[in-house]
């Protein structure tokens, strides 16, 4: 049972034009939520994070937004440039059940291809 | 820049041989993690430490892997024997401590492929 689902396998946006990639989530117990970036060949990379506590997160052209009451967050590209091409996966954050440590599971990613 | 540390970067083997994935974290990284991540689908958790100790390997496949952090800093992943269902990415991270929402850092991934 997938705890984490991005639905959208792929996107394709035109260089400049916005990238919006969608996460959902069912376990009320994550309260921190991070994309990360990954290129073929390397490990994911942080990209942004947003706490439960808030609704809206930015950081240059990356935006997360997150509906508590939905359980689904999203990230914005503005603009989208070529570098940004890669795949993105969400993962959201929970106290284990020992209560001393976080666990971070993953979405399946989406690939993001950013046209010229 | 500090980087975690994954070697090898690349491991071709035959089912039913032993293989072994080594990490080292950042330094002062108490925190580690070993993911899989199969193709087309995202990282699944295998083993997490906090220091030398095992904070939840429940996802592992006891029967045939395991994996240790006997000073607290470096990780071995072992798979033995290992099947065709094995081949993915084996990617480690750390973090400060475990219990913060800080951000996990990776490791560039040893990519297993069984035959």
């Known amino acids: 049972d997938q705890q984490v689902k991005q639905n959208s396998p792929s996107l394709s946006v035109q260089e400049g034009r916005i990238s919006i990639l969608n996460c959902d989530y069912t376990?009320?117990?994550?309260?921190?939520f991070l994309w990360y970036k990954k290129y073929p060949a390397e490990g994911p990379t942080f990209l942004i994070s947003i706490s439960s506590i808030k609704d809206k997160n930015e950081d240059g052209r990356f935006t997360v937004f997150l509906n508590k009451s939905a359980k689904h967050l999203s990230l914005h590209i503005v603009p989208s440039q070529p570098g940004d091409s890669a795949v993105y996966f969400c993962?959201?954050?929970?106290?284990?059940?020992?209560?001393?440590?976080?666990?971070?599971?993953f979405g399946s990613g989406t690939q993001l291809t950013v046209l010229p | 820049e500090a980087e975690v540390a994954q070697s090898p970067r690349y491991k071709i083997t035959e089912k039913s041989q032993a293989v072994a994935f080594w990490c080292d974290p950042i330094s002062g990284h108490a925190t580690l993690y070993w993911y899989r991540q199969i193709l087309g689908q995202g990282p699944e958790l295998l083993v997490q430490f906090q220091d030398e100790s095992v904070v939840d390997d429940s996802q592992l496949p006891k029967d045939r892997f395991s994996a240790e952090r006997l000073k607290g800093v470096d990780s071995t992943l072992k798979i033995q024997p290992a099947e065709l269902g094995d081949s993915a990415m084996y990617l480690c991270?750390?973090?400060?401590?475990?219990?913060?929402?800080?951000?996990?850092?990776f490791g560039e991934g040893s990519r297993l492929t069984v035959l």
């Open positions: 993962a959201a954050s929970a106290l284990i059940s020992s209560g001393s440590a976080r666990q971070l599971t």
């Open positions: 991270a750390s973090r400060l401590t475990s219990g913060n929402t800080g951000e996990l850092f």
């Open positions: 376990n009320s117990m994550f309260d921190y």
